[in-house]
């Protein structure tokens, strides 16, 4: 059988095209004997071989300068076994990789939006005389539409869309029509259309100019495929809009203080009734680690597979057979769900107790059935440790591993003694595989009960992982475990951000082929359809603090170039060790920081080594000790705290008074400038020469030396990613953004993000008219205060918003009043980004009967504060919500006029 391919793509000077598949003849998917196209006509490059395979997948790629850059999307198909032809011609097109289309090939759209799992339209091949085959790749087409073809030709209906050839589904997100067509026919020329299967006509024509088919020898023998790209629609391009709301802070009448994974069934319901097709949620794995509210906050899991047991709705799991205690779980909800905030500690106290007393009736029932059987097989690669982990955590009363006598490290072997079932304490063990059953449920029935009513949920992927987690437990060879990740200083935190997470050990990642990361992509996709990357600059490098600092300002980027001793003689710069590296500490700035408690400072703190020079004595002489030292003297005398940690917060400027921090592994001969070194006294104590001259490479260090290093980092891991499931992918990308990183994104057709309140360039706000399709657009994010609350925060800055973002005349409103919140999200939906995603906060916000009173009151996180407690609720039942008809009509209009009606 012979097959000639045939590409239409304008290549440049020594590139190649070739083709490469899963049968032999072409290369077997090894890029090495791959088969070489030929330049032909115009922009074409084809090639023809005998091949004995009539079924075989195939994709293109370019070769240039020894680089393969292969087409995205799925692979084709051929498929020949019919018998009929003894050759083909497959007339194909590249698929660019900076299509922002080819997102619409990803989950949510193939899954829910345009789900087709019932297939309206077969395809019949011809079985006699002269045919083409018309392929289009077109997944924006709703359930109650069709593709077809007309065309120049009597048999595509002369142009008679009454006659229109209707394409099959099969293959969906490909169509296909087998379309009879003589020599004399040709050329043809030809469009698509759009059939409406309820008013049974052609409802869109495609825009643009006519496809074409020029002449070529047909015979009975010989059949040309030809495959198409896109429908090109005249509406423009497909956008929706979204909701974000933590699953903690969802309120329904049967909760149990706290949002449930079965609450998300009412919100999908809301989301629905008001036109929108995404439901954004933080991260959901369970963090429990000190069994405090401490352990509120979503981002420190100690598991990255395992769910947190707070979400588990208890009435699905079953009623108690013990009376008593389900008559006071009863009560004590009751009172729980009355509560204006989430009480953590209660709320997981009474969840803790429900769970204990229904495993212990169910056990032998839950454990032995099918479904829980088909559960721990899927899971049980995490399933065991985790449940090993959490055993260990409250024997020991701690999750700091290093602790665990004998059980510092795990192996196989432990692990399966700790996790044997005849061990006298498995039932510690298996009551977290009960749990995390039921769990696994009640996500996977929330998330299909969205598809199925064309809503997808978004899920969260942290940047790192928590340091005592049983990640890092089972694979510490992953993490670098003496660094913490963080970020430096921004408009949440003029000293920067410390996670506290381990960063990554990349080089091990890449070893195994990102294994850690394709496993829990994968079992993500088994809830979510859409996930965010938090912080994705973290992929191109991470901002890295070592573990004797405390602030994020003393970190550093990892990976990094750091600046050579060369570099200083190079501009004149003696490189003075003690000078630039250790903490400069003058007498002027004791009585400056400290004032009047300066004498006392003197004595408790420092100690001096040249007149009017000092350092931090040993006790204090780094940030972690700072921390230690004011930790112990706050338990001791809880009510000098305050005074305690302004002391500590001035310790920790004056330790933070260096311009250089040493490299790692760089032999004293390399260095990082700290971050915002220009406010220091230590910078602006130098010589005008000096501070010009370190200024410079400043700016070159911070701005330009990483573009193309930083890039290339992230194109060794984030393909992986994007390659382990067929979710639709979202950065944060907020920040001190790399140059390279919106190239990357739109590269591998991650959306980015765009806060109009905080722009990645010098504007002070974005207008929503600037954002690109390929992102998500938004009024705001969990780590930032409500659109109300931003609003009273600077009269002045809100001024300019009003005046020169809304178009306002005069005076703006002091308050966020229900109009003003409206033209602003009004403005967001009218956006060109793909996704208008909204904080629920301030979608109520545009009615002044349904928002809270009190803006304050819905923040969820103040980014500034270390141990914030994440315990919003929203102050409304989801079933009352659903019944303010009013509101839900009003926002459905908004969204719709919009452009966001997202049916096809």
């Known amino acids: 059988m012979k097959i000639?391919?045939?590409?239409?793509?304008?290549?440049?000077?020594?590139?190649?095209?070739?083709?490469?598949?899963?049968?032999?003849?072409?290369?077997?998917?090894?890029?090495?004997?791959?088969?070489?196209?030929?330049q032909s006509s115009g922009e074409y490059w084809e090639g023809e071989l005998e091949m004995p395979e009539t079924k075989f997948e195939y994709k293109y790629f370019i070769s240039r300068d020894g680089h393969n850059e292969w087409e995205v999307g799925a692979n084709r198909i051929f498929d020949?076994?019919?018998?009929?032809?003894?050759?083909?011609?497959?007339?194909?097109?590249?698929?660019?990789?900076?299509?922002?289309?080819?997102?619409?090939?990803?989950?949510?759209?193939?899954?829910?939006?345009?789900?087709?799992?019932?297939?309206q339209a077969k395809f019949s091949h011809q079985k006699t005389g002269k045919y083409v085959r018309f392929q289009l790749r077109a997944p924006r087409v709703g359930v109650d539409y069709q593709v077809g073809i007309v065309g120049s030709s009597k048999t595509l209906g002369?142009?008679?869309?009454?006659?229109?050839?209707?394409?099959?589904?099969?293959?969906?997100?490909?169509?296909?029509?087998?379309?009879?067509?003589?020599?004399?026919?040709?050329?043809?020329?030809?469009?698509?259309?759009?059939?409406?299967?309820?008013e049974k006509k052609v409802v869109t024509w495609e825009n643009g100019q006519n496809r074409y088919i020029p002449i070529q020898d047909l015979d009975e023998q010989h059949q040309m495929i030809k495959t198409d790209e896109g429908f090109r629609y005249p509406v423009g391009n497909w956008k929706a809009a979204g909701v974000a709301i933590p699953v903690f802070s969802l309120r329904s009448k049967t909760g149990?203080?706290?949002?449930?994974?079965?609450?998300?069934?009412?919100?999908?319901?809301?989301?629905?009734?008001?036109?929108?097709?995404?439901?954004?949620?933080?991260?959901?794995?369970?963090?429990?680690?000190?069994?405090?509210?401490?352990?509120?906050?979503?981002?420190?899991?100690?598991?990255?597979?395992?769910?947190?047991?707070?979400?588990?709705?208890?009435?699905?799991?079953?009623?108690?057979?013990?009376?008593?205690?389900?008559?006071?779980?009863d009560k004590e909800r009751k009172r729980l769900n009355k509560l204006k905030e989430v009480d953590y500690e209660a709320v997981m106290k009474l969840k803790s107790k429900f769970f204990k007393i229904s495993y212990d009736e169910n056990k032998d029932e839950v454990l032995s059935s099918k479904e829980f059987k088909s559960f721990f097989k899927r899971n049980k690669s995490w399933l065991k440790s985790y449940a090993a982990f959490s055993a260990l955590r409250d024997k020991y009363e701690t999750p700091d591993f290093t602790q665990w006598d004998g059980y510092a490290t795990i192996d196989a072997r432990k692990l399966d003694k700790i996790t044997s079932p005849g061990g006298r304490n498995y039932d510690d063990i298996a009551i977290h595989y009960y749990i995390q059953f039921y769990l696994d449920k009640q996500l996977k029935e929330a998330a299909e009960y969205a598809r199925k009513h064309g809503v997808v949920l978004k899920g969260d992927i942290p940047i790192g992982i928590y340091r005592?987690?049983?990640?890092?437990?089972?694979?510490?060879?992953?993490?670098?475990?003496?660094?913490?990740?963080?970020?430096?200083?921004?408009?949440?935190?003029?000293?920067?951000?410390?996670?506290?997470?381990?960063?990554?050990?990349?080089?091990?990642?890449?070893?195994?082929?990102?294994?850690?990361?394709?496993?829990?992509?994968?079992?993500?996709?088994?809830?979510?359809?859409?996930?965010?990357?938090?912080?994705?600059?973290?992929?191109?490098?991470?901002?890295?603090?070592?573990?004797?600092?405390?602030?994020?300002?003393?970190?550093?980027?990892?990976?990094?170039?750091?600046?050579?001793?060369?570099?200083?003689?190079?501009?004149?710069?003696?490189?003075?060790?003690d000078r630039f590296c250790k903490p400069y500490i003058r007498r002027h700035m004791i009585h400056d920081l400290f004032n009047s408690h300066a004498e006392s400072i003197f004595d408790s703190y420092l100690q001096e080594f040249a007149p009017g020079c000092y350092e931090l004595q040993d006790h204090v002489n780094t940030q972690r000790k700072v921390k230690i030292h004011f930790d112990r003297m706050n338990s001791e005398n809880p009510q000098h705290a305050e005074f305690n940690n302004w002391i500590s917060i001035n310790l920790?400027?004056?330790?933070?008074?260096?311009?250089?921090?040493?490299?790692?592994?760089?032999?004293?001969?390399?260095?990082?400038?700290?971050?915002?070194?220009?406010?220091?006294?230590?910078?602006?104590?130098?010589?005008?020469?000096?501070?010009?001259?370190?200024?410079?490479?400043?700016?070159?260090?911070?701005?330009?030396?990483?573009?193309?290093?930083?890039?290339?980092?992230?194109?060794?891991?984030?393909?992986?990613?994007?390659?382990?499931?067929?979710?639709?992918?979202?950065?944060?990308?907020?920040?001190?953004?790399?140059?390279?990183?919106?190239?990357?994104?739109?590269?591998?057709?991650?959306?980015?993000?765009?806060?109009?309140?905080?722009?990645?360039?010098?504007?002070?706000?974005w207008h929503p008219s600037d954002t690109p399709y390929g992102s998500v657009t938004s009024t705001g994010s969990h780590d930032m205060s409500t659109l109300r609350e931003w609003w009273q925060e600077d009269t002045d800055r809100t001024q300019r918003f009003y005046n020169t973002i809304l178009g306002g005349w005069g005076e703006a409103p002091y308050y966020c009043e229900p109009w003003v919140a409206k033209d602003i999200i009004n403005q967001h939906l009218h956006s060109p980004s793909m996704w208008a995603i909204f904080p629920i906060q301030d979608l109520l916000a545009m009615d002044g009967t349904l928002r809270r009173e009190v803006p304050e009151e819905e923040?969820?996180?103040?980014?500034?504060?270390?141990?914030?407690?994440?315990?919003?609720?929203?102050?409304?039942?989801?079933?009352?919500?659903?019944?303010?008809?009013?509101?839900?009509?009003?926002?459905?209009?908004?969204v719709d006029r919009g452009g966001r009606k997202a049916d096809y």
Request: charged content about 25%; some cysteine.
């Open 652 to 765: 920790n400027r004056l330790l933070a008074e260096v311009l250089f921090l040493e490299a790692p592994l760089s032999n004293g001969e390399a260095f990082n400038p700290r971050i915002a070194f220009h406010s220091t006294y230590s910078f602006q104590e130098l010589d005008d020469y000096t501070k010009e001259a370190l200024d410079r490479l400043y700016n070159e260090f911070f701005y330009h030396r990483h573009n193309g290093f930083w890039r290339e980092s992230a194109l060794k891991k984030l393909p992986a990613l994007k390659e382990a499931t067929d979710m639709l992918i979202c950065g944060e990308d907020l920040g001190m953004v790399p140059a390279s990183v919106p190239g990357v994104m739109r590269e591998l057709n991650i959306l980015s993000l765009a806060i109009q309140r905080m722009p990645n360039d010098d504007r002070e706000f």
């Open 859 to 894: 923040r969820i996180n103040v980014p500034s504060i270390p141990q914030h407690y994440w315990r919003y609720r929203l102050h409304l039942d989801m079933e009352d919500l659903l019944e303010q008809h009013g509101f839900n009509g009003f926002l459905r209009e908004l």
């Open 4 to 38: 000639r391919f045939q590409i239409d793509y304008r290549t440049r000077w020594g590139e190649i095209i070739y083709v490469c598949g899963s049968d032999p003849a072409l290369g077997g998917w090894d890029e090495k004997k791959a088969f070489p196209l030929h």
């Open 256 to 329: 149990t203080g706290v949002g449930e994974f079965t609450d998300i069934k009412l919100l999908v319901d809301w989301a629905s009734k008001t036109g929108m097709r995404l439901v954004q949620i933080l991260p959901v794995n369970d963090t429990i680690a000190t069994h405090t509210w401490v352990d509120s906050y979503p981002y420190a899991a100690i598991s990255v597979h395992a769910l947190h047991p707070i979400y588990a709705n208890l009435q699905s799991i079953g009623k108690l057979r013990d009376k008593a205690f389900q008559k006071e779980v």
């Open 468 to 577: 005592n987690s049983v990640d890092a437990w089972l694979e510490p060879n992953l993490y670098n475990m003496d660094c913490q990740a963080g970020a430096p200083p921004d408009d949440f935190s003029i000293s920067g951000q410390n996670w506290g997470f381990p960063t990554y050990n990349w080089e091990a990642m890449t070893g195994d082929g990102f294994k850690w990361w394709k496993e829990r992509l994968v079992q993500m996709s088994e809830y979510f359809d859409v996930f965010r990357i938090d912080h994705i600059l973290g992929f191109f490098r991470i901002w890295e603090i070592p573990r004797e600092h405390v602030e994020g300002i003393m970190g550093r980027f990892n990976p990094a170039l750091p600046i050579h001793l060369d570099e200083f003689r190079e501009l004149g710069i003696y490189f003075d060790r």
């Open 158 to 198: 002369s142009w008679d869309d009454s006659k229109v050839i209707l394409m099959g589904d099969d293959a969906f997100p490909t169509w296909k029509a087998d379309v009879r067509v003589n020599e004399d026919d040709l050329p043809v020329e030809y469009k698509y259309v759009i059939y409406s299967l309820g």
């Open 80 to 119: 020949g076994a019919t018998g009929r032809f003894h050759s083909f011609l497959l007339r194909d097109y590249w698929r660019s990789k900076y299509d922002e289309k080819e997102n619409l090939y990803t989950s949510p759209f193939i899954n829910s939006f345009f789900n087709r799992n019932t297939k």
